[in-house]
């Protein structure tokens, strides 16, 4: 890895008020200058050492927001996890991981799928996660783009009774189809292994739209997060060094990941 996609840097966390030094490993280095960019990422090194999300009431400009789901993240023990939205004019959004698992393999999941979709020119894209920040015992916070558009879920509801449900259904299983083609089904069902069923559907995928090379408008289909659990952890292991052993561009992005967690 070149020195310049990796940071070493001491933060203090609000919480203990203590000076914890921690490493950004940055997958694109090219938006080291892009101001949205810093902002998340600052908020991004001070979440990694935060267990606590309510230090976003003192470090906050105003336009900020804590996402969490305090019911569910109870219910898992994660309530050391959270998103922050650092404002809607900005395209990225700050995560902060249950474990360092879960910081590792939705990494390369959604960074090595991202690539294999892009170069199979499909439809579906990923939210690639931009940075990883960590001070080597805490669970890492990363720097993750925003999905463009809305969930479909939140464009057509879940009611089984309309008929928007079964188009999202048949949607889903367009792409998870997709996928299984691109990547190959055992990878695909280890690594996307929810996006259909019940209390997911929709949920993580994306509808939005860009403009294409010719200038035309086309509808993209973006894969935001990946449902994880430490039950998994070694078969998504096994299919993540699968997709690298066939695309060997991608062991490096494999060894960056690592490097960190």
Known sequence: MKSEHIRQYPVKSP?????HQVTAVLFRPELADDEGFQRT???????????????MQYHGRGKEKVIQNKIAAARLGALHAYVIDPGPDIPYLSKRHRDKDEA???????????????QDNSDITTSSVLALVGDGYSPPAAVVERAPGRSLREQ?????????YYAIMDELNRIQREIDRVIGRFAS?????DMRREYNEGANIFSGVKVTENKEYAEIFTLFDQPFTGFTAGLCRTALLDMARRRRGLRG???MASELV
């Open 15 to 19: 919480m203990d008020q203590e000076n």
């Open 41 to 55: 990422l600052e908020l991004t090194a001070i979440a990694s050492v935060s267990r606590n999300p309510d230090w």
């Open 104 to 118: 590792q393999i939705q990494t390369l999941t959604l960074n090595m799928l991202g690539e294999e979709l892009e």
């Open 156 to 164: 057509y509801g879940m009611d089984k009774d309309s008929r928007n």
């Open 189 to 193: 069902r280890v690594l996307i292994n």
């Open 253 to 255: 992005m494999l060894d």
